[in-house]
């Protein structure tokens, strides 16, 4: 871990989205979770951040009174909505495996460029027209080339 520990009730918000689907842990896992990824955990600093997250509504905690080792903590319905979302949206961005035509395309964009103002439209228009007429041993070099980016990336 670089930098300083962020706050307990950051930590806590941590490793309880970092435990779908059921955005819950028990206190006891909660400071394993905390121990194996920040290092030491105090148990009352975070008894005190269970406390304070559930004054400010992010975590809800089975039982009443004082939170014990074997109490469910759960994050709120808002938090678990945005971190499905937020898992959603990474999932979106994940970049897929690249194809013959995007290595491509890679190539003929800026050969067909001549001030770099036009609109990337109607060059994709024409550079698709004349992907139909590549032959096959030339796809096949741009496949190669898709292959070995594919394989450096892990794609």
Do not use: H
Request: one cysteine or more.
């Amino acid at each position: 871990m670089t930098g300083p520990k962020p706050s307990y009730v950051r930590m806590l918000i941590d490793a309880l989205v970092a435990s779908p689907p059921v955005y819950a842990l028990t206190f006891s896992e909660a400071c394993s979770a905390i121990d194996s990824k920040y290092g030491r955990c105090s148990t009352t600093c975070l008894r005190k951040a269970v406390r304070r997250a559930q004054e400010s509504e992010n975590v809800t905690v089975e039982g009443e009174g004082e939170v014990a080792d074997d109490s469910r903590i759960m994050l709120c319905a808002r938090r678990r909505k945005l971190a499905r979302r937020r898992a959603r949206r990474e999932q979106r961005t994940r970049s897929k495996p690249k194809t013959a035509y995007n290595m491509y395309v890679r190539e003929q964009i800026p050969l067909r460029r001549t001030t770099g103002t036009e609109i990337v439209t109607g060059i994709m228009r024409e550079i698709a027209r004349d992907w139909a007429d590549v032959d096959a041993a030339r796809r096949a070099g741009y496949q190669g080339q898709a292959d070995e980016r594919n394989a450096s990336r892990g794609a």
